[in-house]
């Protein structure tokens, strides 16, 4: 399959990827889609960045049945990220289809909120295994129509321990189903998993050798580690720069040091309420924090096109976790440099888990003094979304043809179903701020806040 037309797919279909940009499959989505469309049970391995999302998703929306009243595929991811990640692309793919509704399980949000959506009805649940187990034993889901279970990243929820309330969830699902596991890695307990969830499954392995070569990695062996990872980003310049830390309290201190050198600065950790969340990696991707903090709670699930430049200040603890990290760079073929800072520490531990790896001096390296990482753009929270019928064309009218802001200072749009976000040129925003404060969207008044 070198086309998605050469799949027997709907001319509406066909048409909306092409609006989304896919013109042919990646590896994994050729290898895969017919079998998933031919409803085997099926066992992938890709590596991040694959395109395995999609893979996934379309055959589910194409069979998903529009009379059924209750939810017909249950997806289960290790993070509220990857959650969301999914859902966003799930309701791409489907907009070509009437009133297919993509509901989001996790915590860190509120259950009642939650359970006010799934009084709706749903047809795609999407969740993490601990928030869709407590909703189980509430009885606010329904799984016994289940025509479909989806476990994204296999190996990551086997690491965090998901492995019990996994298995309870599926022995909950009728037995006649399709079941599909999508895994980077393929660790030796996850027949615990794969045994129990599926029937005679067919595997799928892509090589990863092009993740290799997109990906240039080096080590660095350091005493002051604030000062080489200073070092470390004015040499390699970058656009967007993803520093991981395995503490939260490293991840602040970190922050505070960047941004007391006069970098902008984004903060991900599992302190974080879920919107604050959001909106950090919302501040990251669009350009107006553009280095990110962050514990390994974003190795996984982060998909943020444009990262060229990922350091390891703390040496992960296992294998999975550095290529999980660095993959975070590299994604769709674009190259990307991950670089890992130790001290005499972090060389034993990087030794054990990553030993092809060569350490060289930092003194190598030539910093440019006068390089700070500084967003071009700050960001708009808009207090209207999806649920106000607030579109990214209403938001860029009212800048250009009311305020007149140019096309060219405005930046992402981002609508969410309460709120929107729009990054605009630190030169004009003073005017889009105030322009939007006193002004209407759609004919409606709306509060707006200025994002630090």
């Not at 050469?6 to 290898?31: C, F």
């Not at 190259?335 to 130790?342: H, P």
């Not at 929270?381 to 990214?392: C, N, P, W």
């Not at 990054?423 to 806040?449: C, D, E, M, Q, S």
Request: positive net charge; charged residues 25%.
């Amino acid at each position: 399959m070198t086309t998605f037309q050469a799949l027997p797919l709907p001319q509406e279909l066909l048409e909306n990827l092409h609006s989304l940009g896919y013109e042919k499959p990646t590896p994994i989505q050729a290898q895969t889609i017919p079998l998933l469309q031919a409803n085997k049970d099926l066992i992938a391995q890709a590596k991040t960045g694959s395109g395995k999302t999609l893979a996934f998703l379309l055959p589910l929306i194409l069979k998903l049945d529009a009379q059924e009243h209750f939810p017909q595929a249950l997806i289960i991811a290790p993070t509220r990220e990857l959650c969301e990640q999914i859902a966003g692309e799930a309701n791409k793919l489907a907009r070509y289809k009437k009133d297919v509704k993509v509901i989001t399980l996790y915590g860190g949000t509120s259950l009642r909120t939650q359970v006010a959506s799934l009084e709706k009805g749903a047809d795609i649940l999407i969740g993490t295994p601990g928030r869709l187990l407590d909703h189980f034993s509430r009885e606010t889901i329904h799984l016994g129509q289940i025509k479909t279970l989806i476990l994204d990243e296999a190996d990551r929820m086997l690491d965090m321990g998901f492995a019990d309330d996994i298995l309870k969830l599926v022995s909950n699902l009728p037995k006649e189903r399709q079941s599909i596991l999508f895994s980077a890695t393929y660790p030796e307990n996850i027949d615990k998993l794969t045994k129990v969830i599926l029937k005679n499954p067919t595997e799928v392995k892509i090589a990863s050798k092009e993740k290799e070569v997109a990906i240039e990695e080096f080590v660095y062996k350091v005493e002051e580690k604030d000062k080489a990872l200073l070092t470390t980003i004015k040499h390699f310049q970058p656009n967007l720069a993803l520093i991981f830390c395995n503490t939260k309290v490293k991840t602040a201190e970190v922050s505070d040091m960047l941004h007391d050198k006069g970098f902008d600065v984004a903060t991900l950790n599992g302190d974080l309420e879920q919107y604050e969340r959001q909106e950090m990696l919302l501040q990251f991707a669009n350009g107006s924090l553009p280095v990110l903090v962050a514990t390994d709670l974003a190795a996984r699930g982060l998909d943020i096109e444009g990262i060229d430049l990922v350091i390891n200040y703390d040496v992960p603890m296992k294998t999975e976790d550095y290529t999980h990290r660095i993959g975070r760079t590299g994604r769709a073929d674009k190259s990307g440099l991950a670089v890992t800072l130790c001290d005499a520490y972090g060389l034993r531990k990087l030794g054990e888990i990553k030993p092809e790896l060569n350490t060289q001096n930092i003194a190598s390296l030539t910093p440019n003094k006068n390089f700070y990482m500084q967003g071009e753009v700050a960001t708009l929270r808009i207090d209207g979304g999806k649920k106000k019928k607030v579109r990214a064309g209403d938001i860029l009218g009212t800048l250009c043809k009311d305020i007149g802001i140019e096309n060219k200072d405005i930046g992402k749009i981002n609508v969410y179903q309460k709120n929107a976000y729009v990054a605009i040129k630190k030169t004009v925003i003073k005017k889009a701020f105030n322009g939007l404060k006193n002004g209407k969207i759609k004919g409606k008044n709306l509060r707006v806040w200025w994002l630090d």
